[in-house]
């Protein structure tokens, strides 16, 4: 199995692990555990310590937490694989022999989120410009300029979203960041799943920066071209903080997108097992997460493509299928619906595994755009309906950074302004509603008028 390995080592070695201007190397943190094959081409990653309030409780997610990476507070992770024979024995056994392990957690598989089914598009990425009002949204400077949008995928290719779009598309390549063992420029990946996100993200913000972080084509015995492991994720959300840390505070914004999730709890550690990664906010990506969006980024994750009436023949969840940071009180949930409205069948429903009220909201998916898996083949699954929302994200981002609107206040936002779809108010099935550009765009103006 493989897993992820907390440790607390010296306040030096924390401090060159989370510095990015040095590397340390697994066998520098780690020289050694019993049992455990170590990943040497796994950069070890600084986690950094929650800090509640007076009283509050160190493993809420939903209480504002600070985040501390001093060396006398943070833990280091690296990851390994541990034979099955014997599993929770070994595992028991690694605190009480190295002082040092604080923990060890599952490091599961994590794979896109593409569709179900054939049917064909509704409608095309016209259908959704004009749903949400993207001419108006430009005419009010509102399009992305300035913004950065990481896309944690398989890769973008710049030149076919250009061609899809009809304009220019902007890779930071020096911002980029790679798993270990990737072959690929920046923006130069083969055409995929992340180029279908990297289209569909700039639809609303065209003139968006964008981040290329092929988190789902690192190498692996047995892996598939569309998988990877939560590890690289964790690595590269501790990219994106150091990207967030050295912008600005003033105008600080960073839009994350995540078309994908875990499927399945065969990688997984089972529910109530302190290694557990579904269900379990004390697992070091769910502190990750928490992590960046307190220094300001904007973190989206799709819902998942295991709806009752259409489910991914990988979901393998019996029930509540939006698990770990997928269901994150401090992501945004989001969930598909067609251009005419409905829901599609594939879209997971609620409740959430860290948070019951998942989805938060809808965006639009099931239509032609990209052109990424062929001619006539859709943007789908809540893979599109996730950077559709990223992108208007991202527009908001260009007038309110981070500093006049933080994270949690957007995502707020968002929820209050949605255009309700079925009960009154909240529902399993969409959430809060579906995204309404419009209405979110009046209450900021309202809101800037107040803070006159």
Same mark, same amino acid.
């Given at each position: 199995?493989?897993?992820?390995?907390?440790?607390?080592?010296?306040?030096?070695?924390?401090?060159?692990?989370?510095?990015?201007?040095?590397? %340390?190397?697994?066998?520098?943190?780690?020289?050694?555990?019993?049992?455990? *094959?170590?990943?040497? %081409?796994?950069?070890?990653? %600084?986690?950094?310590?929650?800090?509640?309030?007076?009283?509050?409780?160190?493993?809420?997610?939903?209480?504002?937490?600070?985040?501390?990476?001093?060396? *006398?507070?943070?833990?280091?992770?690296?990851?390994?694989?541990?034979?099955? #024979?014997?599993?929770?024995?070994?595992?028991?056994?690694?605190?009480?022999?190295?002082?040092?392990?604080?923990?060890?957690?599952?490091?599961?598989? =994590?794979?896109?989120?593409? +569709?179900?089914?054939?049917?064909?598009?509704? !409608?095309?990425?016209?259908?959704? *410009?004009?749903?949400?009002?993207?001419?108006?949204?430009?005419?009010?400077?509102?399009? !992305?300029?300035?913004?950065?949008?990481?896309?944690?995928?398989?890769?973008?290719?710049? @030149?076919?979203?250009?061609?899809?779009?009809?304009?220019?598309?902007?890779?930071?390549? /020096?911002?980029?960041?790679?798993?270990?063992?990737?072959?690929?420029?920046?923006?130069?990946?083969?055409?995929?799943?992340?180029?279908?996100?990297?289209?569909?993200?700039?639809?609303?913000?065209?003139?968006?920066?964008? =981040? #290329?972080?092929?988190?789902?084509? &690192?190498?692996?015995?047995?892996?598939?071209?569309?998988?990877?492991?939560?590890?690289?994720?964790?690595?590269?959300?501790?990219?994106?903080?150091? +990207?967030?840390?050295?912008?600005?505070?003033?105008?600080?914004?960073? +839009?994350?997108?995540?078309?994908?999730?875990?499927?399945?709890? /065969?990688?997984?550690?089972?529910?109530?097992?302190?290694?557990?990664?579904? #269900?379990?906010?004390?697992?070091?990506?769910?502190?990750?997460?928490?992590?960046?969006?307190?220094? !300001?980024?904007?973190?989206?994750?799709?819902?998942?493509?295991?709806?009752?009436?259409?489910?991914?023949?990988?979901?393998?969840?019996?029930?509540?299928?939006?698990?770990? %940071?997928?269901?994150?009180?401090?992501?945004?949930?989001?969930?598909?619906?067609?251009?005419?409205?409905?829901? +599609?069948?594939?879209?997971?429903?609620?409740?959430?595994?860290?948070?019951?009220?998942?989805?938060?909201?809808?965006?639009?998916?099931?239509?032609?755009? &990209?052109?990424?898996?062929?001619?006539?083949?859709?943007?789908?699954?809540?893979?599109?309906?996730?950077?559709?929302?990223?992108?208007?994200?991202?527009?908001?981002?260009?007038?309110?950074?981070?500093?006049?609107?933080?994270?949690?206040?957007?995502?707020?936002?968002?929820?209050?302004?949605?255009?309700?779809?079925? *009960?009154?108010?909240?529902?399993?099935?969409?959430?809060?509603?579906?995204?309404?550009?419009?209405?979110? =765009? @009046?209450?900021?103006?309202?809101?800037?008028?107040?803070?006159?």
């Amino acid at each position: 199995m493989r897993i992820l390995i907390q440790l607390r080592p010296s306040p030096d070695l924390v401090a060159a692990v989370a510095d990015p201007g040095q590397t %340390a190397t697994t066998a520098d943190v780690a020289d050694g555990l019993p049992g455990v *094959e170590l990943d040497p %081409a796994f950069t070890p990653v %600084a986690v950094p310590r929650p800090l509640p309030a007076a009283d509050g409780d160190p493993l809420s997610l939903s209480q504002p937490l600070d985040f501390s990476l001093a060396p *006398e507070d943070a833990s280091v992770l690296v990851r390994g694989t541990i034979s099955d #024979d014997e599993l929770t024995a070994r595992i028991a056994l690694l605190p009480a022999l190295r002082p040092d392990v604080v923990g060890v957690f599952a490091d599961p598989v =994590i794979e896109s989120t593409p +569709v179900c089914g054939g049917d064909p598009p509704a !409608g095309d990425w016209h259908d959704v *410009e004009r749903l949400l009002n993207v001419p108006g949204l430009h005419a009010q400077g509102l399009d !992305g300029d300035g913004v950065t949008v990481a896309v944690l995928d398989t890769g973008i290719n710049a @030149a076919h979203t250009a061609r899809q779009l009809g304009r220019g598309v902007t890779v930071d390549a /020096e911002r980029c960041w790679s798993p270990s063992g990737v072959a690929g420029r920046p923006g130069e990946f083969e055409v995929d799943h992340g180029t279908m996100c990297a289209f569909d993200t700039l639809i609303t913000a065209p003139q968006a920066t964008l =981040i #290329d972080i092929p988190v789902l084509l &690192s190498t692996r015995p047995g892996g598939s071209a569309l998988d990877g492991l939560l590890s690289d994720a964790v690595a590269a959300f501790a990219h994106l903080r150091n +990207v967030l840390d050295a912008q600005p505070a003033e105008s600080r914004s960073l +839009v994350v997108n995540n078309s994908w999730g875990s499927f399945s709890p /065969e990688w997984d550690f089972p529910v109530g097992h302190p290694g557990n990664y579904s #269900d379990n906010a004390a697992h070091p990506f769910n502190l990750m997460v928490a992590a960046l969006d307190r220094t !300001g980024a904007d973190v989206l994750f799709a819902a998942g493509n295991c709806g009752r009436e259409c489910p991914d023949g990988r979901c393998a969840y019996p029930g509540r299928p939006i698990v770990g %940071a997928n269901s994150h009180p401090k992501v945004l949930s989001v969930g598909g619906i067609d251009v005419n409205g409905e829901r +599609v069948g594939y879209s997971s429903q609620g409740p959430g595994r860290l948070t019951a009220r998942k989805p938060d909201v809808c965006a639009y998916t099931h239509f032609l755009g &990209s052109r990424a898996f062929g001619a006539s083949e859709p943007d789908s699954g809540t893979s599109a309906a996730a950077p559709v929302a990223a992108g208007l994200v991202a527009a908001v981002r260009t007038r309110w950074p981070a500093s006049k609107l933080s994270p949690a206040q957007l995502r707020a936002l968002l929820r209050r302004t949605a255009e309700d779809r079925s *009960e009154v108010g909240f529902d399993y099935d969409y959430g809060y509603g579906t995204v309404d550009p419009a209405g979110v =765009i @009046a209450a900021l103006q309202k809101r800037s008028k107040h803070a006159r």
